[in-house]
């Protein structure tokens, strides 16, 4: 099976700080993804990377920075931390572009900036 | 653009009472059409999906059918268990690709003994 590990469940950060949410998978994926998730607005793609290095920006990028040093782990930077970043946030990947490529989520993490 | 409207919840049922989660979207082209299912304290994971019109999605008991003449692909299961309690999410992708999913907002389903 193949496992997303977040390296966080909950997360309490004051506004301002330098935040970094840490994603691992296991299955050797091209694919990882982070999404933010709110209630009543589902879930919404902050970036994403198809390869070591290579990053494209999502629906809801701004506030937020991503780095892809190795293929297996992909880091969601929150560069001044701000209320309206509390929220779960969620990784993905999945092993290609297209739909016989599911993605594959990890537990999410809950981040609350006071 | 691109939406997917879900049925505001939450939804309670009975344990084998009958299940529909209503989805509709709004697309430029033909997208391919997924449902992810969230238990609690997890993450998503794919529950059934359907990439042309008139396919039908199965899985764990759960069916939907991709009716691209009412835009719907609504979630059914016949008889439901305390153990379906979980928040379930309609999709969309135009490309297939992961990378231009659009979700709806989710509805949580609570499944009473």
């Known amino acids: 099976d193949v496992k997303v590990t977040q390296s966080s469940r909950y997360l309490v950060k004051r506004t301002g700080e330098k935040v970094f949410l840490e994603c691992v998978q296991d299955m050797d994926h091209e694919n990882m993804f982070w999404y933010r998730q709110d209630p009543g607005l589902g879930l919404r793609l902050i970036y994403f990377s198809y390869d070591v290095k290579m990053k494209e920006k999502g629906d809801i990028p701004e506030g937020y920075s991503v780095s892809r040093e190795k293929k297996e782990r992909f880091s969601l930077i929150l560069e001044s931390a701000s209320t309206n970043q509390t929220s779960m946030y969620l990784c993905?990947?999945?092993?290609?572009?297209?739909?016989?490529?599911?993605?594959?989520f990890g537990n999410g993490t809950r981040l609350t900036v006071t | 653009g691109n939406s997917v409207t879900q049925m505001e919840g939450p939804v309670t049922l009975s344990e084998e009472a009958f299940l529909t989660i209503n989805c509709t979207y709004t697309a430029t082209g033909y997208p391919s059409l997924f449902w992810y299912v969230q238990y609690p304290g997890e993450g998503l994971q794919l529950l059934l999906k359907?990439?042309?019109?008139?396919d039908k999605g199965s899985n764990k008991g759960f069916e939907a059918t991709y009716r691209k003449e009412t835009t719907s692909f609504h979630l059914e299961k016949g008889s439901v268990q305390v153990s379906d309690s979980a928040v379930y999410f309609c999709?969309?992708?135009?490309?297939?690709?992961?990378?231009?999913?659009?979700f709806g907002s989710g509805t949580q389903l609570t499944v009473l003994p």
């Open positions: 999709a969309l992708s135009l490309t297939g690709s992961a990378r231009q999913l659009t």
């Open positions: 359907a990439t042309k019109a008139d």
């Open positions: 993905a990947s999945s092993l290609r572009a297209g739909y016989n490529s599911p993605l594959h």
